[in-house]
């Protein structure tokens, strides 16, 4: 019911494509993107807090009936390294060229968090 709500039905003057949730997706700002409704086809209002799955899979609680569940708002630092070398796939290890320097590359996301 907030105001900064949106239903999102087109991206970049397009319809919306089926992995990022046509016909319908449900955009929360200040929520972690990943909580955001996709293939949305109907909204129910209900009277009381609401305790499906969705909710269960983006919180954070103690066990399954925790009545104090934390809602996922940002997602944590999430990375990836990329080894250096050429990969040996029957042995495992990775060969380097003989040098001084030797250049690690990855990827770091984390939502809104800087």
Known sequence: MAPEVLLAYEINGQTLPPQHGFPLRLIVPGWLGMTNVKWLSS??????????LQMKWYSLAANDDDPNRIPLTHMKVRSLMIPPGVPDFFTRY??????????????????GTT
Do not use: M, N, Q, Y
Request: glycine share 10%; net charge neutral; hydrophobic share 40%.
């Open 43 to 52: 909204i129910e209002v209900i009277p009381t807090k609401f305790t499906g």
């Open 94 to 111: 990775r060969w380097l060229e003989e040098t001084s320097t030797v250049e690690l590359r990855g990827r770091a996301w984390a939502g």
